[in-house]
C-alpha cells in the first residue's frame, strides 16, 4: 500500500495521542499530521550499527515518527536470524554508517537480498564522521528501488568518527561528542515532517557523487580489505582471560578466541570497528590504534550474537 501522502493528512492535533505524546509534539514544536481515519502506518527501520550512533538514530527516527502516528519497529540486521518478512510495512527504512562514503558491505547485501515488493515507501539515513556522504544516498536509493521501494526522503547525519580502522575514533568524553548528539537529534525532527511529504532533492544523487563513491568504495572493499586489513588486528596483554566478548559482539562471527590471551580474526571482517572500539580493556589493537580514543555512542549495548 502506497503511504498517505500530505494531501490526505488532516493537520490537526490527533486528539487521541496519549499524553505523554502530546509532551514530545510541543517539544518538537510542530503540529504532526494525523493518517486519516481508520488508517496506521506500519513502518519498519533496518539499520546496521558497529558502535552505536547508528542505533542511536534508529531511535530518534522511532521515537519521532511515532508521535506523528505511525507505528514504527526498529530491527538491527545483525540480530536478524532469517530474511524479514516485509509484506505488513508499508514504509521501510535503513540506517547505516558510511564506510569510506559508501555502503557497508552486510548492508548492500542486506537490500539485495531482499524480496520484491510494489509501492512501498522508504526512507534512508547514514550516519557519518564528516559532514558529506558523497553519492552514497543516491547509490543506497538505487538499490532500495529495484526492490519496488520508493524512497522518499535520505539524509546524512554527521556523528562522532569510530573510525580507528582508516584514521582515529572521536574521544567519547569530549564536548563535540555531545553536541553532535544533540544537533543529530534537532535534525531528525525536521527530517521526519519531509517523510510523509517526500523530499524534493536528494544529497549527491548525481552520476559524479555516485561514481566518486564507488571508486571509494571499490578501493576499501575490494583493495584494502583483501591486501592491507587482516595482518593489522592483535591482543595486547590486556586481554582478559575469561572474556569473550568480541567473539559473541562480531557481526560476522570473525573473531575466535581460543586461548586466555588469544584471540584469532579471519578473513570476513566488515570493518565495522565494533571489536576495537567496544572491547572492555581496549586490548584490541589495529595498526598503531594503542594511543588512540575507543569511541562508542553513550547508551550503546553491542548485541551479544553467540
Ligand atoms: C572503516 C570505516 C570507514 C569510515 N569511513 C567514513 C567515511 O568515508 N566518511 C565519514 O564521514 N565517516 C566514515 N567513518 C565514520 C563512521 O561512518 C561514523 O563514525 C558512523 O557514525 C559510525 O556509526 P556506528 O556507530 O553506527 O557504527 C568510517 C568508519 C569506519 C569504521
Ligand atoms: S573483548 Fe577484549 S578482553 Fe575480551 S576477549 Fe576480546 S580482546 Fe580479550
Ligand atoms: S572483526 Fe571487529 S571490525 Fe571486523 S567485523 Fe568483527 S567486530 Fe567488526
Given at each position: 500500500?502506497?503511504?498517505?501522502?500530505?494531501?490526505?493528512?488532516?493537520?490537526?492535533?490527533?486528539?487521541?495521542?496519549?499524553?505523554?505524546?502530546?509532551?514530545?509534539?510541543?517539544f518538537l514544536r510542530f503540529n504532526p499530521p494525523k493518517a486519516a481515519?481508520?488508517?496506521?502506518?506500519?513502518?519498519?527501520?533496518?539499520?546496521?550499527?558497529g558502535t552505536g550512533n547508528t542505533e542511536f538514530v534508529a531511535k530518534k527516527y522511532q521515537e519521532y515518527l511515532q508521535?506523528?502516528?505511525?507505528?514504527?519497529?526498529?530491527?538491527?540486521?545483525?540480530?536478524?536470524?532469517?530474511?524479514p518478512n516485509i509484506e505488513n510495512y508499508n514504509l521501510i527504512g535503513v540506517g547505516f554508517p558510511l564506510y569510506a562514503w559508501n555502503l557497508p558491505i552486510n548492508v548492500r547485501k542486506f537490500i539485495e537480498q531482499l524480496p520484491n515488493c510494489q509501492n512501498k515507501d522508504?526512507?534512508?539515513?547514514?550516519?557519518?564522521?564528516?559532514?558529506?556522504p558523497l553519492g552514497a544516498l543516491g547509490i543506497t536509493k538505487d538499490l532500495l528501488?529495484?526492490?519496488?521501494?520508493?524512497v522518499l526522503s535520505a539524509e546524512c547525519l554527521e556523528m562522532p568518527s569510530n573510525d580507528n580502522i582508516l584514521f582515529s575514533a572521536a574521544d567519547p568524553k569530549s564536548a563535540r561528542v555531545q553536541?553532535?548528539?544533540?544537533?543529530?537529534?534537532?535534525?531528525?525532527?525536521?527530517?521526519i515532517k519531509t517523510i510523509p511529504i517526500g523530499q524534493s532533492k536528494i544529497h549527491g544523487d548525481n552520476q559524479f557523487m555516485k561514481l566518486l563513491s564507488r571508486l571509494t568504495?571499490?578501493?576499501?572493499?575490494?583493495?584494502?580489505?583483501?591486501?592491507?586489513?587482516?595482518?593489522?588486528?592483535?591482543?595486547?596483554?590486556?586481554?582478559?582471560?575469561n572474556c569473550r566478548f568480541c567473539e559473541q559482539i562480531c557481526p560476522v562471527n570473525n573473531i575466535k578466541k581460543l586461548a586466555p590471551q588469544t584471540v584469532?580474526?579471519?578473513?570476513?571482517c566488515i570493518l565495522c570497528a565494533r571489536c576495537i572500539n567496544c572491547c572492555p580493556v581496549s586490548a584490541i589493537q589495529y595498526g598503531k590504534s594503542k594511543n588512540k580514543h575507543r569511541f562508542q555512542d553513550p547508551d550503546y549495548n553491542p548485541p551479544l550474537l553467540r
Open positions: 500500500m502506497r503511504l498517505i501522502t500530505s494531501r490526505s493528512l488532516v493537520r490537526i492535533q490527533p486528539p487521541l495521542l496519549v499524553n505523554a505524546n502530546l509532551k514530545v509534539c510541543s481515519k481508520g488508517t496506521v502506518i506500519k513502518g519498519i527501520i533496518f539499520y546496521f550499527s508521535v506523528l502516528g505511525y507505528e514504527i519497529t526498529i530491527q538491527a540486521i545483525d540480530s536478524l536470524k532469517i530474511t522508504g526512507f534512508i539515513f547514514v550516519t557519518a564522521g564528516g559532514p558529506t528501488k529495484k526492490k519496488g521501494i520508493k553536541r553532535l548528539r544533540q544537533k543529530a537529534q534537532e535534525r531528525i525532527k525536521r527530517i568504495g571499490f578501493w576499501l572493499n575490494k583493495i584494502y580489505r583483501p591486501y592491507f586489513h587482516y595482518h593489522k588486528f592483535y591482543v595486547d596483554e590486556k586481554c582478559l582471560p584469532v580474526f579471519d578473513r570476513t
